[in-house]
Nanobody, 119 residues
Framework: QVQLVESGGGFVQPGGSLRLSCAAS????????MGWYLQAPGKQRELVGR???????NFVEFVKVRFTISIDTAKGMMYLQMNNLMPDDTAVYYC?????????????WGRGTKVTVYS
C-alpha cells in the first residue's frame, strides 16, 4: 500500500529556510507522479509543484523563485526546499502521489506537515 509521510515543518522566522521531506513507500517515487501541495487556513488545497512522468516540474507562480523540489530515489525521498519564507507561506504542506493514468480522486496524500512563518 502506498504510504506518504511528511516531516520537517515547524516555526520559522520570515526570511528563513526549511526543507520538508516526504518519505514514500516502496517504488512509488520511481513509478508515480509526485509533488507538494499546500493548504492555508480557510483555503482550498493548491499546487506547490510536482514531477510528472517524463515531464517537467510544475510550480505555482509564488513558489517558482523561492522553492525547489528534488527527489532521491535511492532513499525514497522527495524534498521541498523553501527559502526566504514569508508569512503568506504559512500552511499545511502535503505530499502527493498519483499513478500515471489514475484520476485525481485516486491520488494518495500524506497527513501533512505544518509550516508557520512568523516574526
Amino acid at each position: 500500500q502506498v504510504q506518504l509521510v511528511e516531516s520537517g515543518g515547524g516555526f520559522v522566522q520570515p526570511g528563513g529556510s526549511l526543507r520538508l521531506s516526504c518519505a514514500a513507500s516502496g517504488s512509488v517515487l520511481m513509478n508515480y507522479n509526485m509533488g507538494w501541495y499546500l493548504q492555508a487556513p480557510g483555503k482550498q488545497r493548491e499546487l506547490v509543484g510536482r514531477f510528472l512522468s517524463n515531464g517537467p516540474l510544475n510550480f505555482v507562480e509564488f513558489v517558482k523563485v523561492r522553492f525547489t523540489i528534488s527527489i532521491d530515489t535511492a532513499k525514497g525521498m522527495m524534498y521541498l526546499q523553501m527559502n526566504n519564507l514569508m508569512p503568506d507561506d504559512t500552511a499545511v504542506y502535503y505530499c502527493y502521489a498519483r499513478e500515471e493514468g489514475a484520476s485525481e480522486g485516486e491520488a494518495y496524500w500524506g497527513r501533512g506537515t505544518k509550516v508557520t512563518v512568523y516574526s
